[in-house]
């Protein structure tokens, strides 16, 4: 799977990504990274790549002539145009289901703001979907891009070791996880639940279940209307 992010900080990703299981699966080429700084394509001389907003009003807007090229020079050669998403606060807030829709895609390009956000001729022309992680208010959209590569890209095949494999199936059932334990037995006082040193596999598959529910109760009962 292949992601070309266009953004005004290509090194936030470069540090990033070349860390841990994303890093490992680029080296595995499972998964391509590729950061595109939008400032190249400005054709200001002083590469500047916002401007005042139109009405007036504080802050600025990323301009749409350096996102347009920097977009251009990426799909110039491919025979079909990639999805592109622009991580933004207007978007639908990302949720597992819309991460494995995502993962069935060859190829992605994510559109990350800055300022203001970016002129709304570009979403017009090239964006095919806003996603956002949620609401809050940051300073851009890459950190948002970041989340959305690191959940899609664990499901792309061969990414996660085998032995986390698991994760997809069991691992995300609407559910919060139940608690975890390790060694040692014994830690500040406290101690491991008896059950799960019983080796009684159904037992501790029942209790898992309970404290899986019994947590998503308690602390995201939300959760659980969605669960089909
Ligand atoms: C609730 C709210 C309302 C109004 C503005 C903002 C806000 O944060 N505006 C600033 C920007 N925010 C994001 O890009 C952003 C923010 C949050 C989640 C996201 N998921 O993807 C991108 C995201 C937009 C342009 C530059 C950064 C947030």
Not at 16 to 23: N, T
Not at 118 to 134: K, L, T
Request: with cysteine.
């Amino acid at each position: 799977m292949r992601f070309d992010v266009l953004t005004l900080f290509p090194d936030i990703f470069h540090a990033v990504m070349k860390e841990s299981i994303i890093g490992r699966a680029q080296e595995k080429n499972i998964i391509e990274i590729n950061a595109i700084n939008i400032r190249d394509f400005s054709k200001d001389k002083h590469k500047k790549v916002d401007d005042y907003p139109y009405g007036g009003g504080g802050g600025m807007v990323m301009t749409p002539q350096p996102i347009y090229d920097a977009y251009l020079s990426i799909v110039k050669d491919l025979p079909h145009k990639p999805k592109v998403i622009y991580l933004s606060p207007q978007g639908k807030v990302l949720n597992q289901k819309k991460v494995v829709e995502l993962s069935k895609e060859k190829h992605l390009i994510l559109l990350c703001g800055h300022y203001e956000g970016v002129d709304e001729r570009i979403i017009e022309e090239i964006v095919d979907e806003e996603i956002s992680i949620g609401d809050y208010v940051l300073t851009g959209g890459e950190i948002p891009a970041m989340v959305l590569i690191d959940s899609v890209s664990r499901l792309v095949p061969d990414v996660l070791p085998s032995e986390d494999a698991y994760k997809n199936e069991s691992h995300y059932n609407g559910l919060l996880e139940y608690p975890q334990y390790t060694r040692p037995y014994e830690f500040m006082g406290r101690k491991v639940p008896d059950i799960l040193l019983s080796g009684h596999h159904a037992k501790i598959e029942e209790w898992r279940k309970e404290q899986s529910l019994k947590r998503t109760l308690e602390k995201r009962p939300d959760l659980l209307k969605k669960r089909d």
